[in-house]
């Protein structure tokens, strides 16, 4: 069964410094690894995915993620933080069978809202 | 291309009642998965279809079912409603690959 644990509920940052939100994964497959923000009374909108091809995914906005299997690890950084970037984050996963097809069921992490000052 | 489209937004039912939300995929997206996001319980998955079949389904009673048209829309109902359905129901839709979702319904049971 797979299984995600954001590790932190909240974060707060400076506006212009770094963002860490960590992110550990279990999956019984290769995995399908994604980046989720979502904004108040929004939608989830897409940040970044990885798909087993290289192990660091850049996404939108200037956000990426390395993938760590060693670490079953997959954290989400900017080097800067900006306002607008005050949202709830989660990390996403959805297991692939042993044909390599990745289905419908995506089990998502608690979120981590991440919060920005002036 | 348009995105992931939800009707409607929002709901105010009663206990007991029945609900049926609406969604219509992105174009050319056949697979459809819904999900329910509540404070306490976070995001959790409801079920899947493709083709107009459910290919997968997540651990919620019978009340909530789901089905999907030949054009890739898709209908959730959930009957006899409780308090604890109150939340938002997001809809996704993927061409195999990620998911995008939709705005979401935000149902609240009186």
């Known amino acids: 069964a797979q299984s995600v644990t954001q590790l932190d509920s909240h974060v707060s940052v400076s506006e212009g410094t770094p963002v860490l939100l960590r992110c550990n994964y279990s999956?019984?497959?290769?995995?399908?690894l994604f980046w989720y923000v979502q904004h108040p009374n929004k939608g989830l909108q897409l940040l970044l995915k990885?798909?087993?091809?290289?192990?660091l995914v850049k996404g939108i906005n200037g956000f990426e993620a390395e993938f760590k299997k060693s670490e079953t690890s997959f954290h989400l950084t900017k080097p800067s933080a900006h306002m607008s970037d005050a949202a709830e984050y989660f990390c996403?996963?959805?297991?692939?069978?042993?044909?390599?097809?990745?289905?419908?069921?995506?089990?998502f992490g608690q979120g981590t809202i991440l919060t920005v000052h002036p | 291309k348009a995105g992931v489209t939800q009707t409607p937004r929002y709901l105010i039912k009663t206990r007991g009642q029945q609900v049926t939300l609406s969604c219509s995929p992105i174009?050319?997206?056949?697979?459809v998965s819904w999900y329910q996001q509540t404070p306490g319980q976070g995001l959790q998955f409801l079920f899947e279809?493709?083709?107009?079949?459910?290919?997968n389904k997540g651990n919620f009673p019978g009340r909530f079912s789901g089905r999907q048209f030949s054009n890739s829309r898709s209908e959730m109902n959930v009957s006899t409603l409780e308090l604890g359905d109150s939340a938002l129901y997001l809809c996704?839709?993927?061409?195999?690959?990620?998911?995008?979702f939709g705005p979401g319904t935000r149902l609240l049971v009186l």
């Open positions: 996704a839709s993927s061409l195999e690959g990620p998911q995008y």
């Open positions: 999956s019984s497959y290769s995995p399908s």
């Open positions: 990885y798909t087993s091809a290289a192990t």
């Open positions: 996403v996963v959805s297991d692939r069978n042993a044909g390599g097809t990745s289905y419908g069921k995506l089990t």
């Open positions: 174009s050319g997206h056949r697979s």
């Open positions: 279809y493709f083709s107009e079949t459910q290919r």
